[in-house]
């Protein structure tokens, strides 16, 4: 699109700043941000103040996985900037900061009658629907994806203003300065940015604004494995120091004047209503302020949360709630789905009939429990309200919808919720949830009074919507030769993703929106179900299985199931073909020469044996959108149960921004994973959990954590997201492992389960 000086706003606002932006979206999108004292916002990205700080708006929730650096520094290196002088602030809610790709990846959700019309991620439909949602979700690993070309181009635009403010004081070409180090220079002479940027408000940008020719990028041989410790990175995070500090401050730290504490108990997991409580038992608590009662909870309110607690406790609350799960029903349900239920093909590829005209040369069953998000950080949110208007601080991975449920939960305008994005101490895509945020509101109405909301360890095991179940069946048919002739995955679980999308873009509750997805098909559920090698015939079938137990999303979503099923798989076909796995898996790639670098660059790094001599050690390796990983654990069994010793990982995530980032990523995601498949999980007796503590969920400690290395392939594909990718990979290789350590299979989730 031209940019032209119709499409630039400028002008002076009551704080004394100015604000200058360029047409890079429709007209009728006003600036999100008003620019500070000092201050000139440069689009919707970017403010740059008088002493030089540039300020970049991040329009994604900072969960841990640093988005809060990546974009600034996509920023930074574009425009030129130092980095000691960058700062970030969180975005609020606007259409310029649409997230088309995932809108258009998530098309069969929010338009499931003709999701095709906006599958593609360039499609003007998708972005249109994005920006008149103001849908800002952050999840599946789409910030890049999404935001890099904007921020490039808001970047590159402000860098040509700096450049033209400058070469008119020196009567010289704007092309011909360089921006670099915060400076805008020519031969010797240089300007600051903070000296220059009010008075390129007062400049036409270029309609064409020019990028540098590289993007921000790091070499995985600056820092190869073990070295990453021994030498600065040069995009240090920027939310690390506050973080270190204590000086960060969550949804739980917010303090209001005048706030008060509310302390809150839900019914069981089901259709649950409240039918009771004792009110009297509570009057001589002290510092009871209020009790306030929804539908399915009830909360106190107090001058402090243990009083609120204390008043919750004496109240004894009653809830009605009919269609109770319990894993003994679940588990029966799972089983009779896997053997008779009704299946719905989602892939074939090749002539499966005819593959499986005789009888599979192999059919293994697995299993997966329900798995709990565990974050450290409970649900919990602040609101204030007055007047009509509501202030809400949440940390939210979806606050546009998180806006519209508070909306209609009390009767109000959108234009009446003012929504403070804080960060998230861990999320796992728990946060994409926001019924939390809804019933702050509401107390926050009835007691008018600020208040703020946490939920407790056991309200949040209670009320949370954990990972759902799935079993799966899993054939193969080997050719006299011993080689992979046909596969076929029977997959039996909820329709999560019909589930989680109901409940994010209707606004359903959990119990109606599992009820209203039961039998339904889900391809998106099933993810990375098919295989990624050169297999004849494959075919991968959706078995719908009604539990009772909501659904939600979690850190891996359908790929740790999917890697689980066919890594653990592929390794029992390679020891019924006598073959070595590796090797095995290597025969298959020649359609993916980037996993099969990762697999051969991670048997180096682990000095893989093949688990000879029950040395201990597995493999498994997964792909994620752009992103390929490979896994090599050594694992064993002690009188602890399993020990993780250590894991190698082998990464190619395409470009890389930041390396360190994606390192901790990488790493993070195989501790995750490691406490999927040694715990996370919990039973259900008539809809309550039976593990209300962290502790008993049997997470990984420190002093568990095993040997870490990581390496990545210096790669020029796009960059991909490697957030999930050693969630999803961890698992299978350590069932692998103890496989080659014990000489037993381990085929359910957690590991430490009925057959160990």
Not at 91 to 109: E, G, K, Q, T
Not at 131 to 140: E, G, H, I, P, Y
Request: hydrophobic letters at 45%.
């Amino acid at each position: 699109m031209a940019v032209t000086r119709r499409g630039v706003l400028i002008g002076a606002l009551a704080t004394g700043g100015l604000a200058v932006g360029y047409m890079l979206r429709p007209r009728d999108f006003p600036l999100p941000l008003t620019p500070g004292k000092d201050e000139t916002a440069f689009d919707a990205w970017i403010r740059i103040a008088r002493d030089g700080v540039v300020t970049v708006n991040v329009p994604q929730l900072e969960m841990g996985q640093g988005v809060s650096t990546i974009l600034p520094q996509v920023i930074a290196v574009e425009l030129g900037a130092d980095w000691n002088k960058v700062a970030v602030e969180a975005a609020p809610l606007s259409p310029h900061y649409a997230n088309a790709v995932l809108a258009a990846r998530w098309a069969d959700l929010w338009m499931p009658a003709l999701p095709g019309l906006a599958s593609a991620p360039d499609g003007w439909l998708p972005r249109r629907w994005a920006q008149d949602s103001a849908f800002m979700a952050t999840a599946d690993g789409t910030s890049l994806a999404a935001y890099e070309a904007p921020c490039r181009a808001a970047a590159a635009s402000a860098r040509a203003l700096l450049a033209m403010a400058a070469a008119d004081r020196w009567d010289v070409d704007w092309r011909a300065c360089e921006v670099q180090g915060g400076f805008v220079s020519h031969r010797n002479r240089r300007l600051s940015f903070g000296e220059l940027a009010q008075a390129a408000a007062g400049y036409d940008p270029p309609s064409d604004p020019p990028l540098r020719a590289s993007p921000a990028r790091e070499r995985p041989s600056a820092a190869p494995p073990g070295a990453a410790e021994n030498a600065p990175a040069p995009f240090p995070r920027l939310d690390l120091p506050s973080k270190a500090e204590g000086g960060l401050r969550f949804a739980g730290d917010v303090r209001l004047p005048g706030m008060v504490f509310a302390a809150i108990r839900h019914g069981p997991v089901g259709d649950s209503e409240l039918s009771g409580f004792d009110r009297e038992a509570a009057r001589g608590t002290p510092g009871l302020v209020s009790v306030v009662k929804g539908k399915r909870w009830l909360a106190a309110v107090a001058t402090d949360t243990w009083a609120a607690e204390r008043a919750l406790t004496a109240m004894k609350p009653r809830f009605r709630a009919r269609a109770r799960p319990d894993s003994i029903r679940i588990e029966e349900a799972l089983d009779t789905a896997i053997r008779k239920g009704e299946a719905t093909r989602i892939h074939e590829a090749g002539d499966v009939a005819g593959a499986f005209a005789a009888r599979p040369s192999l059919a293994m069953r697995y299993d997966i429990a329900p798995s709990l998000h565990a974050t450290l950080e409970t649900a919990s949110a602040a609101a204030r309200w007055s007047a009509g208007r509501l202030e809400l601080w949440l940390a939210s991975q979806a606050p546009d919808a998180a806006r519209r449920a508070v909306c209609a939960g009390l009767g109000i305008a959108e234009r009446d919720v003012v929504l403070y994005p804080m960060p998230a101490g861990g999320s796992f895509d728990r946060r994409l949830e926001h019924e939390h945020a809804v019933e702050a509101a509401v107390i926050a109405r009835e007691v008018g009074k600020p208040v703020s909301l946490t939920w407790s360890r056991w309200q949040e095991h209670l009320a949370g919507l954990p990972h759902p179940p799935a079993s799966a069946l899993m054939s193969a048919r080997l050719s006299p030769a011993g080689e992979l002739a046909g596969w076929r995955a029977r997959i039996a679980m909820p329709p999560a993703t019909r589930e989680f999308g109901r409940r994010l873009f209707s606004g359903q509750s959990a119990f109606a929106a599992m009820t209203a997805s039961e039998g339904e098909a889900d391809p998106m559920a099933l993810a990375g179900a098919v295989p990624v090698y050169a297999i004849p015939a494959v075919a991968v079938d959706h078995v719908p299985v009604k539990t009772g137990l909501p659904a939600g999303r979690m850190r891996g979503n359908a790929h740790l199931y999917s890697a689980f099923f066919t890594e653990s798989f592929l390794d029992e076909v390679a020891r019924k073909a006598g073959r070595e796995p590796l090797s095995y898996r290597m025969a298959m790639l020649g359609g993916d020469l980037r996993l099969a670098e990762c697999l051969q660059r991670c048997a180096t790094l682990a000095n893989w044996d093949a688990g000879a001599d029950a040395s201990g050690q597995g493999l498994a390796c997964h792909v994620i959108g752009g992103g390929r990983i490979a896994v090599i654990a050594t694992a064993r069994r002690d009188e602890g149960g399993v020990r993780v010793d250590r894991i190698a990982a082998v990464a190619d995530i395409g470009r890389i921004v930041n390396l360190d980032i994606a390192r901790q990523q990488i790493e993070g995601g195989l501790v995750f994973g490691i406490g999927t498949a040694l715990g996370a999980s919990t039973s259900w007796i008539d809809g309550i959990p039976s593990t209300g503590r962290l502790g008993a969920l049997a997470l990984p400690l420190l002093a568990d954590c095993p040997r870490i290395d990581v390496d990545f392939i210096d790669s020029d594909a796009d960059p991909a997201d490697p957030g999930e990718l050693g969630v999803a990979a961890a698992p299978p290789a350590i069932a692998n492992a103890l496989y080659s350590a014990t000489g037993m299979r381990f085929r359910r989730l957690p590991l430490l389960g009925d057959e160990i």
